[in-house]
């Protein structure tokens, strides 16, 4: 038994691992603000895992997150970081500053496709990272996500309110709430359109392209040619948990 857990800047995405397969997952609230205590009832689960592995982009909350593991399971929480050994090269100029998010999208790419592949992450920011034939992570782009743009326009502006991100039925508003909904979709759809073509030519051939992310099924539609992997990060962490256990 594996629990896996992905740690985002919104929430916390954890999965319970059996054999290889996800059995159980669920979502807890990023706050920096609760305790280890906090973290540590709503890590508990059942059947009880063995090991745990996290993977971070919020560093304050690590040390909170391996006392929450202690308490709540006894165990030592592994933790995924560019330093890690998972048979993954790092092809950038900076790669102490890859985010362990992306690491592991890298690294199921590998695993699940090979290369070349490009991974959509539709996360509080939109990532994308790309594999290349050899399996080795070569980079990607960085995107503002769509949640982020709409609480941008409703914070920056004096009365556009608070929308959900969603495929409105054309792309001309009728009334302010309509507007913000066209644009905030389908301009969103033409940045991830124009980053996504550039980054095929960039890499040439036909690289698999995968999504995965919370907002991954409201766009998949009007992206032809990609596949969702909804659990793409966990698997990530079951991958580098089984090549740590094995090195």
Known sequence: MLLAVD???????IGLFAEGRLI??????????????????RLKCSPRPEAVIYGSVVSPLDAKLETAVRKAFGLKAIAVTPRSRLGLKLKVRTPGQVGADRILNALALKVLFGGPAIAIDFGTATTFDCVDAKGDYIGGAILLGPDCAARALHQFTAKLPL??????????GKDTVHCLEAGLYYGYLGMIKEV?????????????VVATGGLAPLFLSDLHGVRREPDLTLHGLRFAHEISHHA
């Open 163 to 172: 929308v959900k991100v969603r495929k409105p039925a054309t792309v001309v």
């Open 7 to 13: 740690v985002g800047n919104t929430n916390l995405t």
């Open 196 to 208: 996504l073509a550039r980054t095929k030519a960039h890499m040439g051939g036909c690289p698999v």
């Open 24 to 41: 159980r997952q669920w979502r807890v609230e990023t706050d920096l603000r609760r305790s280890a205590e906090w973290y540590a009832g």
